[in-house]
């Protein structure tokens, strides 16, 4: 079945600095990435996703890239206010049971931005 | 998003005793799906239910059981068989689609467990 490593763990920036998170995953037939952010105590909420035929997808200071072939992808925050100080998990739609489609989820990373 | 509704917001079982977190969507989407989340796990999939009357295991079912008896409902119940059922538990939902998985997942708020 499919498996999504998430690295880093955690993170520390200044605000203002960039942030990257980056993921791998094993299946390669996965054909859509969403990221996720999740405040303290509160739900996940999707803030960027892309799939397969995309190299790379942007949002105002957030972007996402696809390597299908080295089968990772990453997400970019650029000019980083306290405000995302958050969990952030990304995940791929892999297989399971022959039914194509749940997600597996990475392990979160905990971004600090510091003022 | 506001569409899902989880209750109730904390929850505590006795040992021995079989507790059901509900979530219901107003999204009218097909597929609904339960996670649990414990601290350094990620999330990880308990259900799942592609379709009214039918449902799947994830990769941690032993312990839970559902229903799906409507197209916003999708209770879960967390029986005495499950030995370790303090976590965060999240409800979420995504629209059905003939490849209906690359679908954006939408989560409610969320049932907080506890042991007494």
């Known amino acids: 079945g499919e498996n999504v490593e998430q690295h880093p763990s955690t993170l520390s920036v200044q605000e203002g600095d960039s942030a990257v998170i980056k993921c791998t995953y094993s299946d390669s037939a996965s054909n859509y990435f969403p990221w996720y952010k999740q405040e303290l105590g509160k739900r996940p909420q999707l803030i960027i996703d892309?799939?397969?035929?995309?190299g790379e997808k942007k949002d105002q200071r957030i972007a996402v890239t696809l390597n299908k072939t080295a089968k990772h992808f990453s997400l970019h925050i650029t000019e980083t206010q306290p405000e995302d100080s958050a969990v952030y998990f990304c995940?791929?739609?892999?297989?399971?049971?022959?039914?194509?489609?749940?997600?597996?989820f990475g392990k979160g990373t905990k971004l600090s931005v510091k003022p | 998003d506001g569409g899902i509704t989880q209750s109730p917001k904390y929850l505590f079982r006795k040992e021995g005793q079989n507790v059901t977190l509900s979530c219901e969507q107003n999204?009218?989407?097909?597929?609904m799906y339960w996670y649990r989340q414990d601290p350094g796990q990620g999330l990880r999939l308990i259900y799942y239910s592609q379709i009214v009357n039918d449902f799947q295991k994830g990769d941690i079912a032993e312990g839970y059981s559902v229903s799906r008896e409507k197209k916003e409902s999708f209770p879960l119940t967390v029986t005495s068989a499950q030995k370790n059922p303090t976590a965060f538990y999240l409800c979420a939902s995504s629209m059905g689609a003939p490849s209906w998985s690359n679908q954006p997942q939408h989560f409610g708020d969320g049932t907080r467990l506890s042991i007494l």
């Open positions: 995940a791929a739609a892999g297989r399971y049971g022959g039914s194509q489609g749940n997600l597996i």
């Open positions: 892309i799939r397969s035929n995309v």
């Open positions: 999204l009218n989407h097909d597929a």
